[in-house]
Structures are given as structure tokens and as C-alpha cells.
């Protein structure tokens, strides 16, 4: 079955420093990958997604993943976190063994910058 | 930039009533989801709708619910006798699904709060 993890509950940043999210996945095939942001009291917002090609992928606000296929991993990156990047952020895997429709998503990991 | 728009943004209800929860997807998608977020859990998969019916469903989305698409731009989900755990933050996305589906992105709405009492 599909699955996708991200180990950290929260991660605490300074304003300016490097930021990482991590995300490991499980898929029999190909994964389709995806990071989503919840900011308070909104829906969930699409950053980027992995494919096929490039194994970093560049989305919006300045973020970017890296995927590594030996380690099952699509890290979210940011080489400088600003405050308003705080918010819930969600890795998700396309599920193709059902179908091809639903995402499976992690549990979520709380991005916290402090100024 | 086009949105998946989601009303009401909070529904209270008493448990065993009906609710029926509101989208309207971006206008030129072609699938249709619903999906839920219990308080502190993870998001969780209910339904995917194309060319006027389910194409796939979960456990989760057991006889108690159903989805519409009553018109051209409205996208239903209906829970017919809400139980206290039907709790939740319920949203609606929805993807171009014109070539390969399962490279679409989905786009979320910013979502309902049900409130069952």
C-alpha cells in the first residue's frame, strides 16, 4: 500500500536560515509526490510536485524538493525561511493502486519561523 | 487565479440531521473530490467523481453519504443522519483530469467545519 510519513511534528526556524521538511515515502511504481501548505483557517495549498524528469522540483513561494529515490525521500526546502512561512505543511502521494485519483497524505509537520 | 470555492464555511448541526455540504470546482475540471480532516488527524480521502459518477470511494464513505453534481458548477456532498464523529473539516478539490489523471494536481477549496452535536 501507499504510504508517506514525515517525521517531525514541528520545525523550528530562524528567520533567514535554511529551512527542511521531510517527507519519506512507500509506493510499489513510480511515485507521484506532492507538499501542500495550510495556512490558520484555510485550505490547503499546492506548492509543487514530483513526476518525472528533474529531481528538483521548484514550486511556489521560493520552495523547492529534492527527490532521492534510494532514500524514498521528498524533502521541502527553502534556502531562506521568512515568518510568513509558517503554516501546517502536508506531503502526499498519489495512490495508483485503487485508481488514480486519491492523494494519501502524511500526518503534517508545523513550520514554525521565529523572527 | 480560479478557486475551488466551498460553502458554508461552518455547518452546526444536531446529530442525526442531514447536511449537505457545498463546491463549486474550478470550471474547466473534470474530477471532483471530497476529503476530510478529524481534529489533529490526517487528512483523509472520501470520494472522487467523474463524468457524473463515483469513480472511487473509501471505506470511510459508507451509505450514509453521497455526492451530486446538480448542475453545471455545484458539487454535493451530502451526509444523510450525521453522527457525532462525522466531525470534521470536510473539503472539496478538484484536478483538469484531461490527460494523464494521476499527474493532475488537485486544488482544495479552503474547506467546511461540520460541527455535530
Known amino acids: 500500500a501507499q504510504s508517506v510519513a514525515q517525521p517531525e511534528d514541528q520545525v523550528n526556524v530562524a528567520e533567514g536560515n535554511p529551512l527542511t521538511v521531510k517527507c519519506t515515502y512507500s509506493?510499489?511504481?513510480?511515485?507521484?509526490l506532492f507538499w501542500y501548505v495550510q495556512y490558520p483557517n484555510r485550505g490547503l495549498q499546492f506548492l509543487l510536485k514530483?513526476?518525472?524528469?528533474?529531481?528538483l522540483v521548484k514550486g511556489s513561494y521560493g520552495f523547492e524538493a529534492e527527490f532521492n529515490k534510494s532514500q524514498t525521500s521528498f524533502h521541502l526546502k527553502k534556502p531562506s525561511a521568512l515568518v510568513s512561512d509558517s503554516a501546517l505543511y502536508f506531503c502526499?502521494?498519489?495512490?495508483?493502486?485503487?485508481?488514480?485519483?486519491?492523494?494519501?497524505f502524511g500526518a503534517g509537520t508545523r513550520l514554525a519561523v521565529h523572527p | 487565479e480560479p478557486e475551488v470555492t466551498q460553502t458554508p464555511s461552518h455547518q452546526v448541526t444536531q446529530m442525526g440531521q442531514e447536511v449537505i455540504l457545498r463546491c463549486v470546482p474550478i470550471?474547466?475540471?473534470?474530477?471532483f473530490y471530497w476529503y476530510r480532516q478529524i481534529l489533529g488527524q490526517k487528512v483523509e480521502f472520501l470520494v472522487s467523481?467523474?463524468?457524473?459518477?463515483?469513480?472511487?470511494k473509501s471505506e470511510i464513505f459508507d451509505d450514509q453519504f453521497s455526492v451530486e453534481r446538480p448542475d453545471g458548477s455545484n458539487f454535493t456532498l451530502k451526509i444523510r443522519s450525521t453522527k457525532l464523529e462525522d466531525s470534521a473539516m470536510y473539503f472539496c478539490?478538484?484536478?483538469?483530469?484531461?490527460?494523464?489523471?494521476?499527474?493532475?494536481?488537485?486544488?482544495f477549496g479552503p474547506g467546511t467545519r461540520l460541527t455535530v452535536l
Open positions: 509506493v510499489s511504481g513510480n511515485p507521484y
Open positions: 467523481f467523474y463524468n457524473n459518477e463515483i469513480s472511487e
Open positions: 514530483y513526476i518525472t524528469g528533474d529531481n
Open positions: 478539490a478538484s484536478s483538469e483530469g484531461v490527460l494523464a489523471a494521476s499527474s493532475d494536481t488537485q486544488y
Open positions: 470550471s474547466n475540471h473534470l474530477y
Open positions: 502526499a502521494v498519489r495512490d495508483l493502486s485503487g485508481g488514480y485519483n486519491k492523494l494519501i
